[in-house]
């Protein structure tokens, strides 16, 4: 790095960002176009998509992809680096799929769904990264967790498994990608105040209260908070950070 550099710039870097249309995806890619970085968001819902793209400016552009049709992933690459005009140097598995139910209610088949959403197609995008950023000895890959893979949560079995598992992933894939300049790491936001967080506590004030009473901050956090954590993770700032998952959560995760 320069010396005269900003260690927190993003400047040169290309983000591809899944499920960046909304909510954390969407203040992931906004922090990073003003870090500097060009981004392209991949998702299922054009009209959405393209109506980020507009609030994000000329560094933004977008790719129409369901993450969960695996064997596409190396398309997507492919297409999202044509769109942005340089190689993806920043990778963010942030798309996923909710599901909160009993356990035994849960089926084969919502399970393998939650896995597929969020472990296999994060890997089928490592697979199709990978071997651009270690030939440039340069990259970081980013996975967006969960509180449910800190403590546990009722009737978020099949989630939990698979924010759960995904650290597994981070951690391997740092020791067998770090030595060739490549970082992993994972961020786990607490309660953010999103649409979907706020649709999820309308008119459940006891669950509200509970959350608020267990982090330290005593407030939720900002879309932006997170945003702000993938670009440090992503940047020169954080050039010796590797395997790790950082709580973003006013303390949630070691409240009393």
């Not at 798309?95 to 088949?109: D, F, N, R």
């Not at 786990?188 to 669950?207: F, N, S, V, Y």
Request: glycine share 12%; proline share 5%; net charge neutral.
């Amino acid at each position: 790095m320069n010396a005269n550099q900003d260690p927190f710039s993003l400047d040169g870097e290309c983000a591809l960002i899944t499920g960046g249309g909304s909510g954390i995806g969407l203040a992931i890619a906004r922090c990073m176009v003003e870090a500097g970085a060009r981004v392209v968001l991949a998702g299922r819902r054009e009209a959405l998509l393209a109506e980020a793209v507009k609030t994000l400016g000329g560094a933004a552009g977008y790719v129409v992809h369901d993450v969960t049709r695996l064997e596409e992933a190396p398309h997507l690459v492919r297409q999202a680096e044509n769109a942005a005009g340089a190689p993806v140097s920043i990778l963010v598995n942030n798309a996923g799929i909710h599901l909160k139910k009993p356990a035994v209610e849960t089926t084969e088949a919502d399970f393998q769904a939650i896995l597929t959403t969020h472990l296999c197609a994060a890997h089928a995008l490592n697979r199709a990264v990978l071997p651009g950023m270690l030939k440039r000895n340069h990259g970081s890959i980013l996975f967006i967790g969960s509180m449910a893979s800190i403590f546990g949560i009722p009737l978020l079995t099949a989630y939990s498994a698979a924010k759960s598992g995904m650290l597994g992933m981070v951690r391997s894939l740092a020791t067998e990608a770090s030595g060739q300049g490549v970082r992993v790491n994972a961020i786990a936001p607490g309660w953010i105040e999103t649409p979907m967080m706020r649709q999820a506590l309308d008119g459940d004030p006891a669950r509200r209260d509970k959350i608020l009473s267990r982090t330290p901050a005593k407030t939720f956090g900002r879309p932006d908070d997170i945003g702000q954590a993938a670009v440090y993770l992503s940047s020169p700032a954080a050039s010796f950070v590797t395997g790790v998952c950082l709580p973003v959560d006013g303390g949630a995760s070691i409240g009393f």
